[in-house]
T-cell receptor, first 112, second 113 residues
Framework: KAGVTQTPRYLIKTRGQQVTLSCSPI?????VSWYQQTPGQGLQFLFE???????NKGNFPGRFSGRQFSNSRSEMNVSTLELGDSALYLC???????????FGAGTRLSVL | AQSVTQLGSHVSVSEGALVLLRCNYS??????LFWYVQYPNQGLQLLLK??????LVKGINGFEAEFKKSETSFHLTKPSAHMSDAAEYFC???????????FGKGTKLTVNP
């Protein structure tokens, strides 16, 4: 069974631009969560989607948004990029709430 | 709010030595606790999970962790370190019914030959 797939693996953007990251969960998994990893703040929860509905949201500004499609694939969008948005963005999927979350390899975003 | 504290941002051991990575949690209700490992340029891989079924949890790659409620600890151990264990290890907690994992700051393990 294929794991969690995140695309692209690497991105370079400039300040002010916007970016969209994609996550394909493990087949059959309906919950997708997103995390930001930086050296300074560590791993921080962004949001979680289940059956196309956002169920939980972390403490991030409104520039960070996401959505989930009917096939459980998820995208996250960051608008008006800032230098501080440079990070590894990780996606995790699980079968249902309370189950183990399986992580993708991440998308490394560099904002110049 | 739930949180975890990992003592020691860097731990160095010799190959064959005991590995002990410390994690203390703060939770008002029995939590679900996890240990994840991250190798360079990769995502997180689950090592083991505690869900109250047993206090001693065995994971992959020879790792295990013991849940001690009296000490609010969930330390990760491995009897004999291998060079391939060099990675960063994260302890995490989640409240039942939630998907929001709260991670510790991580402990980078170095294994010396």
């Amino acid at each position: 069974k294929a794991g969690v797939t995140q695309t692209p693996r690497y991105l370079i953007k400039t300040r002010g631009q916007q970016v969209t990251l994609s996550c394909s969960p493990i087949s059959g998994h309906r919950s997708v969560s997103w995390y930001q990893q930086t050296p300074g703040q560590g791993l921080q929860f962004l949001f979680e989607y289940f059956s196309e509905t956002q169920r939980n949201k972390g403490n991030f500004p409104g520039r960070f948004s996401g959505r989930q499609f009917s096939n459980s694939r998820s995208e996250m969008n960051v608008s008006t990029l800032e230098l501080g948005d440079s990070a590894l963005y990780l996606c995790a999927s699980s079968l249902k709430t309370g189950n183990i979350q399986y992580f993708g390899a991440g998308t490394r975003l560099s904002v110049l | 709010a739930q949180s975890v504290t990992q003592l020691g941002s860097h731990v160095s051991v010799s190959e064959g030595a005991l590995v002990l990575l410390r994690c203390n949690y703060s939770s008002s209700v029995p939590p679900y606790l996890f240990w994840y490992v991250q190798y360079p340029n990769q995502g997180l891989q689950l090592l083991l999970k505690y869900t109250s079924a047993a206090t001693l949890v065995k994971g992959i790659n020879g790792f295990e962790a013991e849940f001690k409620k009296s000490e609010t600890s969930f330390h990760l151990t491995k009897p004999s370190a291998h060079m391939s264990d060099a990675a960063e290890y994260f302890c995490a907690v989640v409240k039942g019914g939630s998907e929001k994992l709260v991670f510790g700051k991580g402990t980078k393990l170095t294994v010396n030959p």
